[in-house]
Structures are given as C-alpha cells and as structure tokens.
C-alpha cells in the first residue's frame, strides 16, 4: 500500500475527479442509467433533483463499499453491494418524502430504482472495491457531477423546446417561483415533453458527440498523414543531398 | 366473466397502451444493449418474461403478509432487490439442472435481469399504486409482454438499420434512438384505446 502511495502521480485526485465529467461521463460516454435520464428530465429542476440524489446515494455507498472492501467475500460481492446501495436509497427516499415531497412525487418510482442505476453497482464493483475511501469519494463525486450535467443538458433541450422556457421554484419550493419564457407561448414542441422526444434528444445528443469525435479523429489522421509526407520527403531531400555531397567528393 | 375482462384490459393495457419501454422507461438498458440481434433480444425478452412474472407472485405476499404486519413496510425497496437477486440466481440453477438447451440462450442474459429497472420497477409501483394482487399480475404480465413484444421488434428494425446507408454521426446507438423515438410517436396512437380502469 505505501509503496504504491509513493508511486502515485501528482494530480491523481485532479484527474480521478475530471474524467467522471468528460472523459467517461457515465450517461453520454459509458451510456449507463438511461432509464432515469430519458424519464426524468422534462424540466431541468426534476433534473438536478434526480442527479443530487443519485450523487448523495453513490457518493454514500462508494465510501461503504470502499470501507468494507477487505470484509466482503469475493463471492457474494454483488448481493452485499445491492444492499448496500437499497440501503441508502430507502434512507435518501425517506427523507425526500418528508422535505421535498414535491421532488418525491415528480420522481415517484425512480428514486427507488436508483438501487439499480448499472453506474452505482458499476462503480462499486469497479472502482471503490479496489480503492481507498478517499479515492472512492473523489471518483463518486466526479461521476455523480457528470451524470447530473447529462441529466441537466438533456433537460435543457427538452423544457426549452417542449415548454418554451424554464420555470423554477415549482419543485424545490424554497426557491421563489420564476419563469423564464423564451420562446413565445403558442409556438412550442410539446413532443419534447412526450417520450418519443426524450428519446429524439438523447439520440441527437449522441450523434453530435459522435459527429466531434469523429471530426477529431480525421483531423488527427490528416495531421499525422501530412507528418508522414513531410518526413518521407526529408528523407528523400537528405538522401539526395548525401548523394548529391558523395558525388562532390568524387 | 366481468373480472375476466378486466383482467385483459388491465393486460393490454400495461402491454401496448403504457409500454414499459417506450412511455415508462422502465428497462431501457437491455433495450438498447441487447437488441443487436434477433435471436438475444427474444432470450432476453422471454428471461424477464419468466423473472417479473415470479418477482410479482413472490414479492406481493412478502410485502402484505410479511413487511405490513412486520410493521417495515419502509424497508420494501431492499426486500425486492434481494428477491430479485436470489430469484435470477435460482431460475438461473434450475433452467440449468432441467434444460440445458434453454440455458445456453437464456443463461447470459439472467445475471443482467438483477440490475433490469423493469423488475424492480414493476414490484415498486404496483406496491406505491396499492394494486390488489390479480391487478398486480396483471400488470407484471402485461409489463413483461409488453417489454418482450418491444424488443424483438426493435431489433428486428436495428438488424435492417446495420446494413442500411445511415450518416456516419448517425451510426450505431444515435439512428436506434432515432428509431426508438419513431416507435413512441407509433404507440402514442394507442393512447386512446382504452381508458384506464
């Protein structure tokens, strides 16, 4: 263990942290917990309701997973996990019910099947029952954060275009009510608020970051083609220069 | 003969009318990670077929005559999930001890039915919406139909979208979503069907 504290790079926790955001955002890259994202982003506060409990649930069982790792057999790790993680999502649910009923009805049965969101059990069988609490934390809190900014950006789309604007305070009511119309009543999609359009949304999404990764990788093999030709044409230009310098030395 | 009818609607209803997958979202996972082919997709309809039937004539006697009078009907949630678990690994030893053939299409697919929200989903909201238990099965047969029903048609269309000439962006998961959302706008018309009773 303290040998590979030593080996340990500097900027592990930086990284650890940024790549549950990008890199390998759970919803957009790995495409796990999709249930949630198509069912639970018609507004964008349902959204960020969802990702703050699946971030409290997954931040709460990576540490326990992280803290029993030695004790739990290799055997009937999966059994342990899952209840682990039913666990704290019957606590989260209880206390969603007694101070945001609001979020707990606009949730309704999806708080429950957070216990089998494939990214919680995904990240205890892969990361936190290899690790230490710490690292365990920083990896929930990054992949938490991203799968809430994928909630969010889906939802974004879908009430902006579905309901023509954003309105806040309806769920968490602690905020004052405010909303904030864009696109003039009468000339909203409402299918954006249906299913078909959750599905469209997330579809289009895809393919836009399908379209940047592939834009990106052609530029790279455009750039190392031309690295290529320029290097073959040195080589050429240094062979004739050398044969061009043998024959002067003729 | 009147239950008997009720019994059908109710059926239909979950199956086409609210489809788990296309308007409930229920199972969305193995929707689009095992559609690839024909022949998974059917495996796997008919696995949660088996599981979700059991999981709802299991956990519906568990949580009136054993959480309620136990007075935890707060801990169902964890019950559930550990019936489910318990459950995919029996079914699992005994289509293995009884027929062999039947395990070799469905075995791989069992050990994803544990994290599939459709069985959990289903155990859940029939016991958050307090169905009788005839309701109950109804709706767990209905679900499971309903979610077999679409998944092989899924595929059948993404085996077709494979060879078929999509933008490049577009290729793989994108056009299936696409396509899945063409699906919603289609059992959308089914909305009117029935008025749910």
Do not use: H
Not at chain 1, 121 to 129: Q, V
Not at chain 1, 183 to 197: L, R, S
């Amino acid at each position: 263990m303290e040998v590979k504290k030593m080996k340990r790079e500097k900027g592990y926790t930086r990284k650890n942290f940024l790549k549950g955001i990008v890199i390998e955002n759970p919803l957009f890259v790995s495409i796990l917990g999709t249930c949630p994202a198509l069912a639970t982003t018609k507004s964008i506060e349902a959204a960020i309701g969802m990702g703050l409990l699946f971030t409290i649930v997954l931040i709460c069982s990576n540490m326990l997973v992280s803290l029993l790792r030695k004790l739990i057999p290799e055997e009937i790790r999966t059994p342990a996990y899952i209840v682990i993680i039913a666990t704290f999502v019957t606590i989260v649910k209880m206390f969603t019910n007694a101070f945001l009923s609001e979020l707990y009805s606009t949730l309704g049965v999806f708080i429950s099947l957070i216990v089998v969101n494939c990214i919680v059990l995904g990240r205890a069988e892969a990361y936190a029952s290899k690790n230490n609490v710490f690292d365990s934390l920083i990896d929930a809190l990054g992949m938490g954060l991203g799968y809430m900014l994928a909630l969010i950006t889906m939802a974004f789309f879908r009430e902006l275009l579905g309901l023509g604007g954003f309105t806040f305070g309806k769920i968490f009511q602690f905020i004052p009510l405010t909303t904030l119309q864009i696109i003039p009543k009468g000339y909203e999609i409402k299918m954006f608020q249906t299913p078909a359009g959750a599905f469209i949304v997330f579809g289009l999404i895809l393919a836009v970051l399908a379209f940047i990764k592939n834009r990106k990788a052609e530029l790279k093999a455009n750039i190392e083609k031309r690295e290529k030709i320029r290097k073959a044409q040195e080589a050429k230009e240094a062979a004739l220069k050398a044969a061009v310098n043998n024959g002067g030395n003729k | 003969m009147n239950m008997f009818i009720a019994f059908l609607l109710a059926i239909i209803t979950s199956m086409l009318v609210d489809n788990v997958v296309l308007s409930r979202f229920y199972g969305i996972c193995p929707f689009l990670g095992v559609s690839k082919k024909v022949k998974s997709s059917l495996g796997m309809g008919v696995a949660v077929v088996f599981v979700i039937i059991l999981a709802t004539v299991i956990c519906w006697p568990l949580y009136n005559y054993v959480l309620v009078p136990a007075g935890i009907p707060y801990l169902d949630t964890v019950a559930y999930i550990l019936v489910i678990a318990s459950l995919v690994q029996l079914v699992g030893l005994f289509i293995k001890k009884y027929s062999p053939g039947l395990y070799k299409t469905l075995g791989i697919y069992l050990p994803l039915i544990t994290t599939n929200c459709a069985v959990l989903g289903v155990a859940q909201s029939n016991t958050d919406q307090g169905l009788g238990f005839v309701e109950s099965l109804a709706n767990g047969l209905g679900t499971s139909v309903g979610f077999l029903l679409i998944i092989v048609v899924f595929s059948c269309i993404r085996v077709r979208l494979e060879s078929s000439n999509t933008p490049k962006a577009f290729k793989g998961l994108p056009i299936a979503l696409i396509t899945a959302a063409i699906m919603a706008i289609a059992f959308m018309g089914l909305q009117g069907l029935f008025v749910r009773g």
